[in-house]
T-cell receptor, first 113, second 111 residues
Framework: AQSVTQPDIHITVSEGASLELRCNYSYGATPYLFWYVQSPGQGLQLLLKYFSGDTLVQGIKGFEAEFKRSQSSFNLRKPSVHWSDAAEYFCGNDNFGNEKLTFGTGTRLTIIP | DGGITQSPKYLFRKEGQNVTLSCEQNLNHDAMYWYRQDPGQGLRLIYYSQIVNDFQKGDIAEGYSVSREKKESFPLTVTSAQKNPTAFYLC??????????FGPGTRLTVT
């Protein structure tokens, strides 16, 4: 069965510092990969997605992610975080485009001044 | 504005009672989903529907039921058979490139 792993449960970053959140996926010749953000008590908002083509994808709020097939990874990055980026981040994979997303367990991001 | 609405935002029930959570979308999406979210466990799929009048069990369907009589609506019933129903429930629909759009969620507390 396919799975998505987010190795970091909680990350703390200083405001203005760079950020990288890790995501590894298993299984699948054709991963459809997504990153979502969730503020406390809210639904999930789509940050970006990858299906094919350029392996570096740009999203909203200044986020980007890079797909590396050789490492089965789809890490999320931001060059300079803002206090408003504090939230929980989820990586998801819809293998083969079967319209069923498998999510990682999430990474909680804390921003310190 | 297009989107997904879930109501109510907070719901309280006594143990042994069935409760129905509402989910409506005006995005004209065919596929809809229900997830359960518990702290530290990410999102777990309860049921999904890819077309009207058809739905499939997800990973944790026991104790839940759904219907899909209209494209716009996908209500979830949490039955008394669900052993641990207190959770945050999220509804989503799927767009043309398989991305899912989420509602604001319903927090259900059963005592």
């Amino acid at each position: 069965a396919q799975s998505v792993t987010q190795p970091d449960i909680h990350i703390t970053v200083s405001e203005g510092a760079s950020l990288e959140l890790r995501c590894n996926y298993s299984y699948g010749a054709t991963p459809y990969l997504f990153w979502y953000v969730q503020s406390p008590g809210q639904g999930l908002q789509l940050l970006l997605k990858y299906f094919s083509g350029d392996t570096l994808v740009q999203g909203i709020k200044g986020f980007e992610a890079e797909f590396k097939r050789s490492q089965s990874s789809f890490n999320l990055r931001k060059p300079s975080v803002h206090w408003s980026d504090a939230a929980e981040y989820f990586c998801g994979n819809d293998n083969f485009g079967n319209e069923k997303l498998t999510f990682g367990t999430g990474t909680r991001l804390t921003i310190i001044p | 504005d297009g989107g997904i609405t879930q109501s109510p935002k907070y719901l309280f029930r006594k143990e042994g009672q069935n409760v129905t959570l509402s989910c409506e979308q005006n995005l004209n999406h065919d596929a809809m989903y229900w997830y359960r979210q518990d702290p530290g466990q990410g999102l777990r799929l309860i049921y999904y529907s890819q077309i009207v009048n058809d739905f499939q069990k997800g990973d944790i369907a026991e104790g839940y039921s759904v219907s899909r009589e209209k494209k716009e609506s996908f209500p979830l019933t949490v039955t008394s058979a669900q052993k641990n129903p207190t959770a945050f429930y999220l509804c989503a629909s799927s767009g043309p490139e398989y991305e899912q759009y989420f509602g604001p969620g319903t927090r259900l507390t059963v005592t």
